[in-house]
């Protein structure tokens, strides 16, 4: 007998919308920690021959008059404080010299409001526009099917709810660990949409094929039948893209860690949202109980 996955659908709903408001509620309780590429500033990378304590340096930047982030991390100090000129950076490494010994310089990012501004703008266009370029371009894949609108809408609420979830981890590991959102976090978020979509549309794809064949009248068993079909192929891609995502976190490091910890977390939640939440919506709206649902919203009732 197929195990009927349309019929636990309000399961799979409940499960997103609890993952959803709790990724809310961290995100309204504690935000995301804007990196340099977001957050105006200056970042400096430096080593001591001698060893130095990282409260000793966090005292002498204070001493000196500036207000900074210090992180240690393999071997190197980085120094995150307001926006410095060459004069002043070249001055900052003098009066460090003098405290602690020789210092040698592994990097310097300079990043003014004006362009920390735009790039958080460029990155939500670039965000809004990929999603709206994917309503447009499923809803015209699957124009010959009976309300491809559907098809549209539902894929883009999956993915929704795969950027909100990956927004709620960060904002967690932003208030705990201080992990900083940067380009190559939106890079990662960019990567998620493609992926989940690609899998969503496997599925509605199978759904359009199934249809055509005419395996059944109903739109359930169509649907159910559809994923049980796309089930196995769905996981396998989805284990294998987290093999190599675990590869290139354990043996890259940090310089791609958001990159990775996105695609971690998006490909867990695009697969999951790609077969129990984009198809299932579609039984939904189809049988209205989407429309029956919006009866309890308050904008309804007015």
Not at 22 to 36: D, Q, T, Y
Not at 86 to 91: L, N, R
Not at 186 to 213: C, H, M, P, Q
Request: hydrophobic share 55%.
């Amino acid at each position: 007998m197929m195990f009927n996955i349309v019929n636990k659908r309000s399961w799979f709903f409940i499960i997103s919308t609890v993952l959803i408001l709790v990724s809310v509620v961290m995100l309204i309780a504690f935000g995301l920690e804007p990196g340099i590429d977001f957050a105006s500033g200056s970042e400096l990378t430096i080593s001591f021959e001698e060893e130095v304590a990282d409260a000793d340096l966090e005292e002498e930047l204070v001493n000196l008059g500036y207000t900074a982030e210090v992180e240690f991390s393999e071997g190197d100090f980085l120094i995150r404080t307001v926006e410095l000129t060459s004069a002043e950076k070249e001055s900052l490494k003098e009066a460090l010299t003098g405290s602690f010994g020789v210092l040698t310089e592994r990097g310097f990012e300079n990043v003014n409001p004006i362009i920390a501004e735009e790039t958080a703008r460029i990155a939500a266009i670039a965000v809004a526009v990929a999603a709206v370029g994917i309503l447009i371009y499923i809803t015209w894949a699957f124009h010959r099917m009976p309300k491809p609108f559907h098809y549209g809408t539902c894929a883009i609420i999956a993915l929704v709810h795969d950027i909100l979830l990956v927004l709620g981890i960060f904002s967690i590991l932003g208030a705990i660990l201080k992990w900083e959102i940067d380009l190559t976090f939106i890079i990662g978020v960019l990567a998620v949409i493609g992926y989940s979509v690609n899998n969503t549309v496997v599925v509605f794809d199978r759904i359009r094929e199934n249809i055509r064949r005419g395996i059944s009248a109903n739109f359930e068993i169509v649907v159910n039948s559809s994923l049980i079909e796309t089930l196995s192929r769905s996981l396998n891609t989805s284990l294998t893209t987290l093999i190599v995502v675990l590869a290139l976190q354990l043996f890259v490091g940090m310089s791609i860690q958001n990159f990775a910890v996105v695609l971690l977390v998006g490909v867990v939640a695009g697969t999951y949202s790609s077969l129990f939440i984009a198809p299932l919506l579609l039984v939904a709206w189809e049988k209205g109980e989407l429309s029956r649902l919006t009866r309890w919203l308050p904008l309804a009732r007015r």
